[in-house]
């Protein structure tokens, strides 16, 4: 059931301070769910937000499909959930996080009581666990939680760092913000200018950055390592560029005209050759919902998946990404987020209910979207 709007991609939402809260023993993982028939999960559900102590098993169960999903190096996710106000955008809530093993177990759970207009926290996977994006427009407030679901400090720098191989970017833009695993480090990258709309940093420490001048030089996309410039591409003429996505030696920017995607400006070999990509099986013209619902994410093989949110989606054949084929999926994906090479998508209600639809919860697939499996608690 959906009492937010969340749209995904690498991220996960949460809320508040997760280290003092519940963890496996703060209440039983399964809780007593079997007692949520339908009859009575409006009831259930409103005693579940104004609850100020709320137990994770139960803010899980009310949200049916979580917000969000991250993943650490090892494979260990992070699912967030999020029980708001069905009828009004007012009044008490809930949220939770459920840290998950490779092997599906719970290893780590938290809750807390919150309220529908409290700004959620967002987090990505990283080596050894997981970070937080900070609450405002600094660096400050970002923490960590490892794969055990313990919480650990991160530290805030003003001054910036040029990108390096196991950098992770933070947040895009307002502030564009880097985490460094290493030491634990949050920092604005160097050498990042006023005029950058789009950026990304791909496992090498590579940033790709999409700037648009004010003059009628047009747009270009600059790619810097340790804050040393590595070089620079134009976007076609006829084009403005949006969208930026890097992984797996391939980068691509989305191509737009009239505030419509017409196809991507596409590398595959870490900047040394770039090739205008308006058709390969992709439907350009049947993405009409405008840029700021473009999905685009490169794969860890360099494979490009791109659509548009909530709608349908293509992913390339091979990594050369010359053709692409359209994804299957089980149900329709409320939201979808590339991790490594493995896609997970979230089957939710669009509009605010007390229900759950079909299908509802986390689904993964290992193969391209060949096959997919719905998540199942193992306890």
């Not at 599906?104 to 987090?123: I, L, N, P, Q, S």
């Not at 720098?157 to 880097?178: C, F």
């Not at 940033?207 to 591409?233: F, H, K, M, N």
Request: proline content about 6%.
């Amino acid at each position: 059931m959906a009492t937010t709007s969340a749209a995904l991609v690498l991220t996960a939402c949460g809320q508040g301070d997760p280290g003092g809260g519940a963890s496996r023993g703060g209440g039983s993982v399964k809780g007593d769910s079997a007692t949520w028939s339908t009859g009575d999960r409006e009831e259930r559900y409103k005693r579940v937000i104004e609850d100020p102590h709320p137990r994770p098993a139960d803010v899980i169960e009310a949200a049916g499909a979580p917000a969000g999903v991250a993943r650490a190096d090892d494979g260990s996710l992070l699912l967030t959930y999020e029980a708001g106000n069905v009828e009004d955008d007012e009044g008490p809530a809930a949220s939770a996080w459920r840290v998950v093993a490779p092997d599906g177990r719970t290893v780590a759970e938290h809750a807390e009581h919150t309220d529908a207009e409290a700004v959620r926290a967002r987090f990505k996977g990283v080596r050894g666990g997981f970070v937080s994006l900070p609450p405002g427009e600094g660096a400050d407030g970002a923490y960590g939680i490892d794969v055990h679901g313990k919480r650990h400090k991160v530290t805030a720098k003003e001054t910036a760092l040029g990108t390096r191989p196991g950098d992770i970017l933070l947040a895009e833009l307002e502030p564009t913000l880097i985490y460094r695993p290493a030491t634990r480090t949050v920092a604005p990258p160097a050498a990042v200018a006023d005029d950058a709309r789009h950026i990304a940093v791909d496992e090498r420490g590579t940033a790709w950055t999409l700037y648009q001048p004010l003059t009628a030089e047009g747009d270009s996309i600059v790619r810097q390592r340790d804050g040393r410039t590595l070089g620079s591409t134009p976007v076609p003429k006829r084009y403005q560029g949006g969208r930026l996505t890097a992984a797996g030696g391939t980068a691509a920017v989305a191509l737009l005209q009239e505030e419509s995607v017409r196809g991507l400006l596409v590398t595959t070999d870490g900047g040394g050759q770039w090739r205008t990509l308006t058709g390969g099986g992709v439907p350009w013209q049947e993405l009409k919902r405008g840029p700021e619902f473009l999905v685009l994410e490169a794969l860890s093989d360099g494979r490009l998946l791109v659509g548009e949110e909530n709608g349908r989606q293509w992913i390339a054949d091979d990594p050369t990404n010359r053709a692409f084929h359209a994804l299957k999926t089980p149900k329709t994906f409320t939201s979808l987020a590339v991790h490594g090479t493995t896609l997970y998508g979230i089957v939710d209600a669009t509009t605010a209910t007390y229900d759950l639809v079909d299908g509802e919860g986390l689904w993964s697939s290992r193969d391209g979207g060949r096959t997919w499996q719905r998540y199942e608690e193992r306890g």
